[in-house]
């Protein structure tokens, strides 16, 4: 069965008897010209990304399950990053005709477990065919009762990371090399069980290699918790830690200086960069999509998260193992270069 | 100049300084993970719409102001047919590398005056690489005291539509015929006056073709206003009067009779249609993207609209000319089919 089978008006049917629960604060859901919701108390929150085939995802590695997983942590990791509660989702869709309706329902499995992950509701999208290529994009409404804007980092605040970073570009790597889907459903690697085995990659036990992939697949959205009560900007690491960085700094108007030696790489990222001939921290630097949040906070504070650097008046430098500091550049993910 | 040689950050600047202006309630703008908004204290409305190249555009004849000004009318309609007044846009763009930059300023000063015309403010989106196609969504948030649904028809209640309808489909069928864009950049227009002339489509004069193709390229939202106050329930004619109206009794659980010769069509559509060998009825009753408002009110109210007919128990009929019932079905566009 196929969607052109199946048509608009009942595809949206099929969706509205899916998502049907009505949650607190919907007033109209789907199914209508908009969405009617109660107003939140705090301040409202709107973020909203869109992901193309072959740009962000390619279709002959990553599964229609994990497809619709990603789009709502990668937009749900814009409102955790204001410090924010994501609550709606809106969700457009563009795919071609002969799209099979075992993928949208795969699609859909994916998108609500995330959804169900994260207490996010549909409240609304649009259908519409493409012509080749698949556009997916997501709104993200939430709330938050203290906004965390990229512009608040102040001259001697601390840098700090939510957790190890690279990971989600070297199982990207190691996609492009295996080239062949895992369909992973659930975010927590089996810990060597399973399917898999080492012959994947001559030499690269399965052990480094799932945790790596299967957190380029399903990647989680880092909550800010705790941080949201202290740090003063914040960003999540959706495009390589140095051009989020420097983002961050552009809006706060302040420079950086971050130490190699601090930059959190985990076992399985140098294992498998190595065997890859990569060098693991340039994947840490430059590498996209592990949606740690980047934030800084006042010294005087008690962090629990791992301190990369701090921030400076204008120089943006990274601190080598032997102490030389070298400038740096926003190296990482830009769309049209 | 492409988008290639500008890249994202530098398209994000640009955007920001474009559409900088700090709007009433906007807390955190463009440049940020999310945009923060106060709450209203009204109910909150979201629609999104995808516009999709081949699909919704063709841009052998859409000019790129034209397809910027009609990508925040669609997206304000939704709101319109809420009974609702729009106040945010978030703006998706996947577009090639090579776009040049011209294109995207040209689109900008469509999504500007358009913006301007129904007091709208940009305040986020998403930009992103595209490998052919371009596709653009809209994100709008608006408010509504009291939200008009689709599901609010009672039987007994007077059908109306705030204007004619049909012009937009048969402005499409002369620009298939045409194929040369016309740059318009104004909504009105400019009778008769102005380049065109009679010789474009030989024996249909100027005068009868630019209306409707204008109002196919640059089509204008139509504020409710007072049937605002009201409408029992309440549709934009997007896809076509008889889907629309379809989908109108689908939620409010009723039936519809409307009459043929009650159906407004403009004198241009007429000696159009007759021109192309096409039913003027047919376009105005299939045709999409006229972004009318069909509703329903009581018969105690006086409605400064059009009357086409009236809400039925559970019958769906079209009455013709000489006071014969023939069942209608949802016939217009629909995505896939």
Not at 118 to 134: E, P, T
Request: proline share 5%.
């Amino acid at each position: 069965m196929k969607l052109s089978q199946t048509g608009e008006l009942s595809l949206i049917e099929l969706i509205r008897d899916r998502f049907r629960e009505k949650s607190r604060g919907v007033i109209v859901g789907i199914g209508d010209d908009a969405a009617v919701i109660k107003p939140p108390d705090k301040n409202l929150l709107v973020t909203t990304d869109t992901m193309v085939e072959k740009f962000h995802f390619d279709l002959s590695f990553i599964t229609p399950y994990q497809l619709g997983f990603k789009l709502v942590s990668v937009n749900v990791s814009d409102i955790y990053s204001m410090g924010g509660k994501p609550l709606f989702l809106l969700l457009n869709i563009s795919a071609k005709k002969n799209t099979e309706m075992t993928f949208i329902d795969s699609f859909f499995d994916g998108l609500r477990d995330s959804m169900d992950r994260y207490g996010v509701n549909l409240i609304g999208g649009d259908l519409s065919s493409s012509y080749r290529d698949m556009t997916l994009s997501a709104t993200v409404l939430g709330v938050a009762k203290r906004p965390i804007r990229r512009s608040g980092a102040k001259i001697g605040d601390k840098i700090y990371i939510s957790g190890n970073i690279g990971d989600s570009a070297c199982g990207l790597e190691l996609l492009k090399k295996i080239r062949k889907p895992f369909p992973f459903s659930h975010p927590s690697p089996s810990m060597g069980k399973g399917k898999g085995g080492g012959e994947i990659l001559r030499g690269l036990p399965w052990k480094a290699i799932e945790p790596l992939i299967r957190k380029h697949l399903l990647p989680i959205a880092r909550e800010p918790k705790e941080f949201a009560s202290y740090a003063s900007a914040m960003i999540d690491v959706s495009d390589g830690l140095l051009i989020d960085l420097w983002r961050l700094c552009n809006e706060s108007k302040v420079g950086a200086r971050i130490y190699i030696k601090k930059i959190p790489l985990s076992s399985e990222l140098k294992q498998a960069a190595s065997h890859l001939g990569l060098s693991p921290l340039k994947l840490a630097l430059s590498g996209g999509e592990d949606y740690e949040l980047l934030f800084t906070a006042s010294p005087k504070k008690k962090v629990k998260a791992i301190h990369i650097g701090e921030i400076t008046e204008s120089e943006r430098v990274i601190v080598d193992a032997t102490g030389r500091e070298k400038p740096f550049t926003p190296e990482g993910y830009q769309h049209f270069v």
